[in-house]
């Protein structure tokens, strides 16, 4: 029964990429979906009964106007105008049921999504380990054992992780079984706004052995070593030497 706003960094092709190749698609595949919205059509806006659902691009102020949500949706915050996220903000204030969610890769220290989690509950995901039972968290690099020095070796297959209380092997295997009720714990629990990091060394899809080869390419590729603290831990990161300010950032997002 809410309105609600879904903002992407770009209209084209991000949103209508959105709204053609994930949205379309969900309803094609659910018959209750299907029904529910009674146009979806507009690329930009679609109606459920008397709620709606828009899709929108974070470099428009002018489509981020004079539409009242109850919901708002804010995905890969990295890459919006900065800007122009406060406005989107604007959209939800007239309304007394309000939620913001806001999605991202990290890149570097107090910009984008950082600047917002910094301002939270910053929760990060524990579980008790399968050996020790002692609560812990999956961190780099006390949680993992890299077991080989180049990418080439054919030793890096053996990398694991491991309890960084009881230093035992932790099965990449069975990851589903000791992360099944697994729960998050806030740096800073007063705060109003939660916030969550996760990194793909709880993935059940990414094996010790690939992140281990991220890290590896990373130690001679600045590119990769980018990657490696943005993407698979979820970490803000600068590359020694070559620190970047918010300004050359966004200007570089507006002329993209």
Not at 172 to 177: A, N, S
Not at 196 to 225: I, R
Request: charged share 20%; hydrophobic share 35%.
């Amino acid at each position: 029964g809410w309105n609600c706003m879904y903002v992407l960094p770009s209209q084209n092709p991000d949103a209508s990429d959105f709204s053609s190749s994930r949205f379309d698609a969900a309803l094609e595949a659910s018959p209750h979906l299907a029904k529910l919205f009674t146009d979806r059509q507009n690329i930009g806006h679609k109606r459920a009964g008397a709620s709606n659902l828009y899709v929108r691009g974070s470099q428009s102020r002018s489509s981020l106007k004079s539409v009242p949500v109850s919901l708002l949706v804010l995905d890969e915050v990295e890459e919006m105008v900065q800007q122009n996220i406060p406005l989107a903000f604007e959209r939800v204030s007239g309304q007394m049921e309000k939620s913001i969610w806001m999605i991202s890769t990290p890149s570097i220290p107090n910009f984008g999504i950082s600047k917002y989690f910094n301002q939270s509950t910053q929760e990060e995901f524990f579980f008790r380990c399968p050996a020790c039972s002692r609560s812990i968290n999956l961190t780099f690099p006390e949680s993992m054992v890299i077991t080989a020095d180049s990418v080439d070796d054919p030793r890096i297959n053996d990398t694991y992780l491991i309890c960084v209380e009881c230093k035992n092997k932790l099965p990449h295997q069975t990851k589903y079984e000791y992360l099944a009720d697994a729960y998050f714990v806030p740096a800073y629990s007063s705060r109003d706004n939660r916030g969550f990091s996760v990194s793909q060394l709880y993935s059940s899809t990414v094996t010790p052995k690939e992140l281990a080869v991220s890290y590896l390419k990373g130690l001679t590729n600045p590119a990769d070593e980018t990657e490696f603290f943005n993407s698979k831990l979820g970490k803000t990161h600068t590359v020694e030497g070559s620190k970047l300010d918010d300004k050359i950032i966004q200007d570089s997002l507006e002329s993209s």
